[in-house]
């Protein structure tokens, strides 16, 4: 017997916070009897588990990378017509959705699953998965700035958390500079916010690692399924563990 919603997010159905909403919601049911308690337990071999009437299947797992252009919203819809993350995996059959989410203006690395539970995980504070940035800036900011965002900076929301950052490309006249920049938190605007608070506006941004994993190569627009040993680095990131020689990859070191 397990907990519904850790069944619900496994399956792929949205992400475990998501499942318990909806169980609160009262549109879960288990062998027919619709289940509201967040406690609630099942067995995922033997009960027929329906949301909104219906039958919650175990469907294989998906884990796709997307190398995600500007201009495209990280959402698998938009009332508006905008383009979506969605127009770029017409031929998917699984219903995947995006770990976190890249700026409208944001291009690079977005990884997409039916595994809601290791999505939950990812994205959560509490694990730390790094993500690294390359941040075209407005001016060149000192290597004084650099520390600064590295030790932590004062936003609206609060001290960001440790983090680093590292020239990649300087212009000769000064104009603007490449910053390799890896966090471990994922608020909103984040990294736009950093740079904008030491004032070298963010005028380019690029997503290039996500827990260890990098593009290598994928073009903008494509995507494609991640191998076996990526699913497992991503799994351990996900538990905020690993071998040291994993958190080393994962860390760039
Ligand atoms: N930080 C940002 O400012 N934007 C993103 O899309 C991701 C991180």
Known sequence: MERLQKILARAGVASRRKCEELIASGRVAVNGRVVTELGAKADPERDVI???????DSQPKVYLMFNKPKGVIT?????????????????VPARVFPVGRLDYD???LLLLTNDGELAYRLT???HGVPKTYHATVKGVPHGTALEKLASGIRLEDGM?????????DVDP????ATISIT???????????????????????????????????????KYRPLTEEEIALLKRAAEGEGTRRERNIRDGR
């Open 173 to 176: 006249d000064g104009r603007w």
């Open 124 to 126: 959560h504070p509490k």
């Open 160 to 168: 960001t958390a440790p983090a680093e950052a590292e020239y990649v």
């Open 75 to 91: 959402s698998m819809s938009d009332p508006g017509g905008r383009p979506v993350v969605k127009d770029y995996l017409k031929d």
């Open 50 to 56: 329906t949301v909104s009437g219906k039958p919650v």
């Open 183 to 221: 966090i471990r938190e994922g608020r909103k605007r984040q990294v736009r916010r950093m740079f904008d608070a030491i004032g070298h506006p963010v005028l380019r941004l690029k997503r290039v690692a996500f827990a260890g994993l990098t593009l290598q190569g994928l073009k903008r627009g």
């Open 106 to 108: 944001t291009e690079g």
